[in-house]
């Protein structure tokens, strides 16, 4: 595998080229790790990567490794960029012939979007967004269980994504991180909803599988002079009448990754939250509540939950196992493509580039909604996988 981004400071590249390699089935061997060329050579020796595969842009990266032979260059190329450069680097590696493993949002903007998903479709090209939290063994659990209708018909649907790292203006003291997040030409539209927001609603339409229909959104800016949201709420109706509700906080004294999303149906409900992620409330009306540990040899659990497991029961899995299971779900497809075997683009177990279209798309409506005073949009998009 090659990596475009995570040099030094970076924070995501770091998860990226640990989470590929957790099951020994990738090797990181070339990398432009920033976009300044000399600092992407000087970070290149703390991955082991080679000084003749330390490229010094995403172009020279393509462009080398796209001049080796079939058994020497890399596979796949993962993206742990800002939101701003993500287009161009994917696009230019489909082109090149490569598979490629992107962080999200997907794109900048929906323009963007639209021009990857065809881009992907003309390419035959393995496409993985790294919405991470899908890769978590309790999510996968759920995601069955609904779709085994134990739940009976969904109602109800409460994600939020709650962090308080953003409560000052720590972007204006040289905070790296947080510089790009609340620049507008690198981030996009939006702020929080761009950044976590996206994780909200991507977790509700995974988990569920039901289609939205409509937005109705109302996106602050609580830190005075700030360009772009730290706080907002998303009402949304589904196609089956379902409601649903997303909220998105970078402002909460306290919080820090507190993703936790409550599905509400006909015959019972369900509550995860990722920072106590090996375990799942499912609740009845009469009966006791059912606590679900993570346990891939337990009776309660099914095969996409258990599959999802390393270790057993009592060994906390958590972030850097989940972004690995994002990992593991397209290799499986990689090697399919690579052997001249047949994989599904839509309907993938890992999150591909029409989830990260529709994520898009949700940020875009959600923006519209909010400018316009929280006037109701639609949200079904045309690509959306059903």
């Excluded at 701003?84 to 963007?112: R, S, W, Y």
């Excluded at 905070?175 to 909803?193: L, N």
Aim: include cysteine.
């Amino acid at each position: 595998m090659a990596l475009v981004g995570g040099g030094q400071g970076a924070f995501i590249g770091r998860v990226h080229a640990t989470a590929a390699v957790l099951d020994n089935r990738a090797e990181l061997v070339a990398g432009a790790l920033s976009s300044d060329p000399e600092r992407a050579r000087a970070s290149a020796p703390s991955y082991d990567i080679a000084p003749e595969r330390a490229y010094g842009s995403y172009q020279e990266l393509v462009d080398g490794e796209a001049a080796r032979g079939d058994d020497e260059r890399v596979d796949f190329i993962s993206i742990a960029t800002p939101n701003h450069t993500h287009f161009e680097i994917a696009h230019l590696a489909l082109q090149a012939g490569f598979n490629v493993i992107c962080d999200k949002p997907m794109t900048f903007d929906m323009e963007q979007a639209e021009s990857l998903r065809k881009a992907v479709e003309e390419s035959g090209a393995v496409f993985a967004v790294t919405h991470n939290y899908t890769g978590y063994p309790m999510v996968r659990q759920a995601r069955e269980m609904i779709a085994a209708n134990e739940l009976g018909e969904i109602q109800a649907i409460r994600s939020q994504y709650l962090q308080g790292w953003l409560r000052t203006r720590i972007e204006l003291e040289g905070q790296k991180q947080s510089a790009w997040r609340t620049d507008p030409e690198k981030s996009g539209a939006a702020g929080a909803f761009g950044d976590i927001g996206t994780h909200a609603f991507n977790l509700a339409r995974y988990m569920s599988g039901l289609m939205p229909e409509s937005v109705i959104a109302d996106l602050r800016i609580f830190a005075e002079g700030r360009e772009l949201d730290d706080y907002g709420h998303a009402v949304i109706r589904f196609g089956n009448g379902a409601m649903g509700t997303v909220t998105v906080s970078q402002i909460s004294h306290g919080r820090e990754n507190d993703l936790r999303i409550e599905i509400d149906g006909t015959e019972g409900s369900l509550s995860w939250s990722q920072e106590e992620p090996n375990k799942m409330m499912v609740r009845h009306n009469g009966r006791p509540h059912q606590l679900y540990t993570r346990d891939p040899n337990a009776a309660h659990m099914n095969e996409p939950g258990a599959a999802a497991c390393r270790l057993p029961s009592g060994h906390p899995e958590a972030f850097l196992e989940a972004f690995a299971n994002v990992y593991r779900s397209a290799y499986d497809a990689i090697v399919e493509r690579l052997t001249g075997g047949s994989f599904e683009s839509k309907d993938t177990v890992y999150p591909n580039v029409y989830d990260g279209a529709e994520g898009m798309f949700f940020i875009q409506q959600c923006v519209a909604s909010s400018a316009q005073g929280g006037e109701s949009l639609p949200l079904s998009y045309d690509g959306a996988r059903r």
